[in-house]
């Protein structure tokens, strides 16, 4: 073909794939706020992320958050699966990750009966181990954990989950509880103040505004505080739904924790479009359930920053509904869609709720 035939067509075409480009960035492009700006004056806004989405969901996480927690990364049996076997890699990849971008640290977690390795436990033939050998092994663990993060990590939860949801005081069955009593509480505080003393250090639970549970804790932390062990914060996990807790119970519970002279922090905070005990299942959210997720989230927000003179920090327990934990629990498999960014990152109807404040 010539040229001289072609070249008419090919102008035409740049022309209007000019024209085209003018007019898309003509459209009006909806800007979408950082997050942890949103929050600066009010507290630090943080996200759980772990080895996999620091990688694809780094983008949401440089933009709107401005701390970090390794969803499991530094959880005992990541981090000294066999005894004196410590495999750092992946959290120090979230550390340096964090390092890096200016974020904040919060370690978690160091004694919890969960994801915790039997070794622990255990002696060489199986039996359960003394008293004097588990204290040891806690003290190692957390002197070299909390030692290796002196200074990149500001914020630890010591003890997660000690107390316990039905009668009596302390959940019975954590192996720790089992071969130490009560008081291994105080001693994981204690070796991690030792491990770093500017730490903030602190108690971690879920269904920690519910009165009954919360009344237990805040005796707990209060026995703590009265022995002069060192606890500075209590983190109210807050694996909540669009139906509850309370407004009325959730204040509740930040004043009555903050009566103690304690920080507050929001550890683990998302919002799952089921009611506790719900079985039932979607294949999509359905828009009135995202409304009330949105209402709900609003009202939080508005509670939280209306706190904001005790409340140190909240933390969201993932970045966008395409990776939650919230997908396999209490029901393995179902979906759930818990956060402020959907299945393709983008922001939903909460996350608008939250930053539209005046
Ligand atoms: C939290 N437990 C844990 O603190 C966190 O480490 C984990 O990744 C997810 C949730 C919440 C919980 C649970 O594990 C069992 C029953 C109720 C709540």
């Known amino acids: 073909m010539k040229l001289i035939r072609v070249l008419p067509v090919l102008m035409v075409f740049v022309l209007l794939s000019a024209l085209l480009q003018v007019t898309k960035a003509s459209e009006p492009q909806v800007q979408v706020p950082s997050l942890g700006q949103v929050y600066k004056e009010y507290f630090p806004i943080g996200a759980a992320v772990n080895s996999r989405t620091l990688l694809t969901h780094r983008d949401l996480i440089k933009k709107h958050f401005g701390s970090v927690t390794a969803e499991n990364e530094m959880k005992f049996d990541h981090i000294q ?35 915790a390795p039997a070794w622990v436990f ?51 069955d954590s192996p720790w509880y089992k071969i ?35 009344d237990k804790i805040y005796k707990l932390l209060k026995s703590l505080l009265d022995r002069g062990v060192p606890v500075h914060g209590i983190g109210i996990q ?14 509740a519970a930040i004043k009555k924790y903050a009566s103690l002279g304690l920080e507050v922090q929001i550890t683990e905070l998302d919002v799952s479009l089921f009611a506790w005990g719900d079985k039932s299942s979607f294949t999509e959210p359905p828009q009135e359930f995202l409304e009330k997720q949105a209402r709900r989230y609003r009202e939080l927000f508005e ?48 996350f608008w709720e939250i930053v539209n404040f005046d």
């Open 122 to 172: 255990k002696g060489d033939n199986g039996e359960p181990v003394s008293r004097a050998v588990l204290l040891h092994r806690m003290k190692e663990h957390i002197h070299a954990v909390v030692g290796r993060y002196k200074g990149a990590v500001y914020a630890w939860d010591v003890v997660n989950e000690a107390v316990s949801d039905r009668e009596g005081f302390l959940r019975a």
């Open 238 to 251: 807050a694996h909540w739904d669009i139906y509850g807790p309370s407004l009325a119970d959730i204040e």
């Open 81 to 115: 699966p066999f005894e004196g076997v410590y495999t750092f890699d992946r959290a120090d990849e979230i550390v340096d990750f964090a390092r890096e971008n200016d974020l904040m640290v919060r370690g978690h977690t160091l004694v919890w009966h969960n994801q």
């Open 180 to 214: 130490l009593g009560e008081d291994y509480i105080a001693k994981a505080f204690e070796y991690a103040h030792e491990a770093d003393p500017e730490a903030k250090l602190f108690y971690n639970d879920y269904n920690a505004v519910n009165p009954d549970k919360r």
């Open 303 to 350: 509670l939280f920053r209306k706190h904001s003179d005790v409340i140190t920090g909240v933390t969201f327990w993932g970045i966008a509904d395409d990776s939650t934990w919230k997908d396999d629990f209490p029901v393995k498999g179902r979906n759930d869609w818990p956060l402020l960014f959907d299945d393709n990152h983008q922001p939903k109807k909460c």
